[in-house]
């Protein structure tokens, strides 16, 4: 009985020790000057000085919002358009105040200011297991204002290649996986800037069905895969698109010079 006991004693304290280390709180912060569009961000994750006000983290997690603006400011869930839902609202959190909210339920979950601030907004995905979110970064650097490139996220239980090939005149991109996988779909996060309005998708050439989710700061794909799949291909209406615009403000300045160098020598002579 006493051996009984123990066990039942031990399998309780692992139970609640495991549970406390799973669960995680995370930390947002306003920053000073949060309540002003032309501010540089509105939202700063402490842990991984991210400043676009998106996070992930894993089901039974808490995040804490801390308001160091001097307005008041709230975080207010809305819908994906934008619609606000009911499903948590801090009210007003005062200057140095905070909110926290445990989210135990998976997908993801907008949210906004509601005071005024409409341009404060973010978004929460919550997935079973944050660990497995991984990143291809500084895709194509050489077009980024800042030379840095673009951050691709994705889910999966094995890696993409590093390498995405772009294609500007078919406005594709082409990701490829390195290797097998049990997980039935790959989540791709992709930043608008990358590429507009996905509207078509295939996988090793063969045109599927998809799941597309938009926000201001990211696209989320949701794209069906066999455990052999390689080749994922993505269209949208335009990729990198200030590549254009970098092309045609090249071409203007070019054709300007020309029209001068004419002008000039129809001049002298």
């Known amino acids: 009985m006493k051996v009984l006991l123990l066990m039942l004693f031990s399998l309780i304290l692992f139970t609640v020790s495991f549970s406390?280390?799973?669960?995680?709180?995370?930390?947002i912060t306003i920053p000073s000057g949060a309540l002003y569009p032309n501010s540089p961000y509105f939202w700063l994750n402490e842990s991984t000085g991210d400043t676009t006000g998106d996070i992930t983290i894993t089901i039974g997690?808490?995040?804490?919002?801390?308001?160091i603006d001097s307005a008041f400011h709230t975080v207010t869930s809305v819908d994906s358009s934008g619609e606000i839902d009911g499903v948590f609202d801090s009210s007003f959190i005062k200057s140095g105040g905070s909110y926290s909210q445990?989210?135990?339920?998976?997908?993801?979950f907008y949210y906004f200011c509601d005071n005024s601030h409409p341009w404060m907004n973010g978004v929460i995905h919550v997935v079973q297991n944050s660990e497995n979110i991984q990143i291809i970064d500084r895709i194509a650097s050489e077009y980024s204002d800042d030379g840095l490139g673009y951050e691709v996220k994705y889910i999966?239980?094995?890696?993409l290649q590093n390498t995405v090939h772009i294609d500007t005149e078919e406005n594709i991109l082409t990701f490829t996986i390195s290797g097998d996988t049990n997980n039935g779909e790959i989540t791709l996060i992709i930043p608008p800037e990358l590429i507009e309005n996905?509207?078509?998708v295939w996988v090793d050439g063969v045109m599927i069905n998809f799941e597309m989710d938009n926000t201001l700061t990211e696209i989320k794909l949701v794209i069906p895969i066999t455990p052999h799949s390689k080749e994922i291909k993505i269209m949208g209406t335009h990729v990198i698109p200030e590549f254009g615009f970098l092309v045609m403000g090249v071409l203007g300045v070019g054709l300007t010079s020309t029209i001068i160098l004419a002008r000039s020598k129809f001049s002298i002579i």
Not at 20 to 27: G, L, R
Not at 61 to 67: Q, R
């Open 61 to 67: 997690d808490t995040i804490t919002w801390k308001n």
């Open 198 to 200: 996905p509207n078509a």
């Open 102 to 108: 445990e989210f135990t339920e998976l997908g993801d």
């Open 20 to 27: 406390a280390f799973a669960q995680e709180t995370h930390n």
């Open 156 to 159: 999966l239980d094995t890696n």
